[in-house]
C-alpha cells in the first residue's frame, strides 16, 4: 500500500541550488521534492527543470523516493515541467493547487503523451478552500497516491492565523485526512516555517501523527532528524506490538476469545494496529 510506504519526512529542495540538490543526497529523509515553483525564480525555470531531471535520474540519492514539483496548470511553465518530468525516474510529479479531478485527468493524459511510465503518480497538493471541498474525489483518482497539505496557501485563502496547536486548521486537516484515508492513499502533513524552532517544530509533528498523518513535508535538512523520529515506532511500541500479536495467537490457539496484555483486554483492532506497527517499522529498516 501507498500509505506503508516510509514518507516520515519529505524535504523540498529548490531545484535551482545546485548545492543544495548536492546536500540532499547525504541528508537521511524518506523523500526529496525538487521543487520548481515558490522556491524558484522566473528567470531560473528552465535551470532548476534541467537540474531536477538530472537528479532524479542520477541514481545518486540512495533508497530516498524522488518526486518533482511542476509550477501550475496555469502558468506558462507546467507543460515543460511536465513533459520533463515524465521522462525522469522519479516517482512522481507534485501537482500544486489542484482543485479538481478534471485537473488531475489533464496532468495524467499529459504525463501519459510525454511517455511516462504507468507507475509514474501525482502527489495532490491540498491548498485551497475548493481542494478542501473536493478532497474526496482528488484523493481516489486513480493516479493519485498521496495528498500534500499546503498549509501556507490555505491559511492565507482562508484568512486564518498560523498560530501553535493550529486550531484554525485542524477541522480542514482532518477533512483531508479522512479523504486519504477512505481512498487508502497517504496524506503529508504541510510545512513548519520557523526552521529554527525545533520545539515548535516536533510539537507540531507529534499533533501530525497523532492525527494520522504519514509524514511531514519539510524545509530545512535540520528538521529531518525530529520528523524521522516522531512517525517512527519506538523500541517500546515493537516490544509491545509483538507481545499483543503473541497474546492474542496464544488465546486463539487455546480457544480463548479474550487476550490480555498489561491488564488491559486485547481485541482484533489492537492486534491489527500491532502488525501495522511492526509493518512500519520494518519497511524503515529496509530503506535505512
Known amino acids: 500500500m501507498s500509505d506503508l510506504r516510509p514518507r516520515r519526512s519529505v524535504l523540498y529542495m529548490p531545484a535551482?541550488?545546485?548545492r543544495a540538490l548536492e546536500k540532499a543526497k547525504s541528508i537521511p529523509t524518506d523523500a526529496i521534492i525538487?521543487?520548481?515553483?515558490?522556491?524558484?525564480?522566473?528567470?531560473?525555470?528552465?535551470?532548476?527543470?534541467?537540474?531536477?531531471v538530472a537528479a532524479a535520474s542520477s541514481h545518486e540519492y540512495g533508497t530516498r523516493e524522488l518526486t518533482i514539483r511542476c509550477n501550475g496548470?496555469?502558468?506558462?511553465w507546467f507543460g515543460d515541467d511536465i513533459a520533463a518530468a515524465a521522462g525522469s525516474g522519479a516517482a512522481a510529479v507534485v501537482i500544486p493547487k489542484v482543485g479538481s479531478v478534471a485537473a488531475l485527468d489533464q496532468v495524467s493524459v499529459l504525463l501519459d503523451a510525454a511517455g511516462a511510465p504507468a507507475e509514474m503518480s501525482i502527489w495532490a497538493m491540498i491548498e485551497t478552500p475548493t481542494a478542501i471541498f473536493d478532497a474526496r474525489a482528488i484523493a481516489a483518482h486513480p493516479r493519485v497516491s498521496v495528498l500534500v497539505m499546503g498549509t501556507n496557501d490555505l491559511a492565507r485563502e482562508l484568512r486564518a492565523a498560523l498560530v501553535p496547536g493550529r486550531h484554525p486548521l485542524v477541522a480542514h486537516l482532518a477533512t483531508a485526512l479522512v479523504a486519504a484515508r477512505e481512498a487508502g492513499v497517504a496524506i503529508l502533513d504541510g510545512v513548519?516555517?520557523?526552521?529554527?524552532?525545533?520545539?515548535?517544530?516536533?510539537?507540531?509533528?507529534v499533533q501530525g501523527a497523532e492525527m494520522g498523518f504519514d509524514?511531514?513535508?519539510l524545509i530545512h535538512p535540520g528538521q529531518v532528524a525530529i520528523a524521522n523520529q516522531v512517525w517512527a515506532p519506538t523500541d517500546a511500541?515493537?516490544?509491545?506490538?509483538r507481545r499483543v500479536i503473541a497474546a492474542f495467537?496464544?488465546?486463539?490457539?487455546?480457544?480463548?476469545?479474550?487476550?490480555?496484555?498489561?491488564g488491559r483486554m486485547i481485541e482484533n483492532l489492537h492486534v491489527a494496529n500491532a502488525h501495522r506497527a511492526l509493518a512500519v517499522a520494518a519497511a524503515i529498516a529496509a530503506i535505512s
Open 16 to 18: 535551482a541550488n545546485e
Open 34 to 52: 525538487f521543487d520548481l515553483e515558490d522556491a524558484v525564480a522566473p528567470d531560473a525555470k528552465n535551470t532548476a527543470r534541467h537540474q531536477a
Open 249 to 262: 495467537d496464544e488465546a486463539v490457539a487455546d480457544g480463548r476469545g479474550v487476550a490480555t496484555v498489561d
Open 73 to 76: 496548470l496555469d502558468t506558462p
Open 237 to 241: 511500541e515493537i516490544e509491545h506490538a
Open 192 to 205: 513548519y516555517n520557523d526552521v529554527n524552532d525545533l520545539d515548535g517544530f516536533r510539537d507540531e509533528c
Open 215 to 217: 509524514g511531514k513535508t
